[in-house]
């Protein structure tokens, strides 16, 4: 089955600064890529997603990247607010929307 | 922005009770999902549910567990015999189509088994 592993589990980052998570995947069937963010006591919400047949997608300050023949995918977080601050998951997607999900990593935006 | 709304938020029963945790898709959404998180670890995926059947299952929704539709809104799970370790976080999440297509998460029910 799939394996997701993300790297690193803590980032803190100066505001303002960029944030980088990276996440690789183990089955090559897989074909679609969400990240989400965590904030405390809420469910993971969706930031931005990915799909196999695009290499790169932005949404403001927001990038994904995805290397289908290194099989790794990376989030993009530019110009880094407080509010930033957050666990992010990426996963991965083969069938029947199963999503298999990284451990997470702690972002904390200092001031 | 539509949600998916989950209730309770917490639910604490003793071990060997019958628990349902409930959920409220997003209304014309069509696919829906259980996943769990034990603290400190990953997201795991439970089930996933389409037209009244499950799709696909994990290796931990066992014979314990159950979900149903019974209603034109509500989608349930339910464990049968609570174990100690069904204590987590329990998500529901939904959407319109699968493969390749977003799934939106509820806030989660925090299962404490005593």
């Known amino acids: 089955g799939e394996n997701v592993e993300q790297h690193p589990s803590t980032l803190s980052v100066q505001e303002g600064d960029s944030a980088v998570i990276k996440c690789t995947y183990s089955?090559?069937?897989?074909?679609?890529f969400p990240w989400y963010k965590q904030e405390l006591g809420k469910g993971p919400q969706l930031i931005i997603d990915?799909?196999?047949?695009?290499g790169e997608k932005k949404d403001q300050r927001i990038a994904v990247t995805l290397n289908k023949t290194a099989k790794h995918f990376s989030l993009h977080i530019t110009e880094t607010q407080p509010e930033d601050s957050a666990v992010y998951f990426c996963?991965?997607?083969?069938?029947?929307?199963?999503?298999?999900f990284g451990a997470g990593t702690q972002v904390v935006v200092t001031p | 922005e539509p949600e998916v709304t989950q209730t309770p938020s917490h639910q604490v029963t003793q071990m060997g009770q019958e628990v349902i945790l409930r959920c409220v898709p997003i209304?014309?959404?069509?696919?829906f999902y259980w996943y769990r998180q034990i603290l400190g670890q990953k997201v795991e995926f439970l089930v996933s549910?389409?037209?009244?059947?499950?799709?696909?299952k994990s290796e931990i929704f066992d014979d314990q567990f159950s979900v149903e539709r019974p209603d034109g809104s509500n989608f349930t799970l339910k464990i049968r015999s609570t174990k100690l370790e069904d204590s987590a976080m329990y998500f529901c999440?939904?959407?319109?189509?699968?493969?390749?297509?977003?799934?939106?998460f509820g806030d989660g029910t925090r299962l404490s088994i005593l």
């Open positions: 209304s014309n959404h069509l696919y």
């Open positions: 996963a991965a997607s083969s069938s029947w929307g199963k999503l298999q």
């Open positions: 549910f389409y037209n009244n059947e499950i799709s696909e």
């Open positions: 089955d090559s069937a897989s074909n679609y």
């Open positions: 999440a939904s959407s319109d189509l699968t493969d390749n297509q977003p799934q939106h």
């Open positions: 990915i799909r196999s047949n695009v």
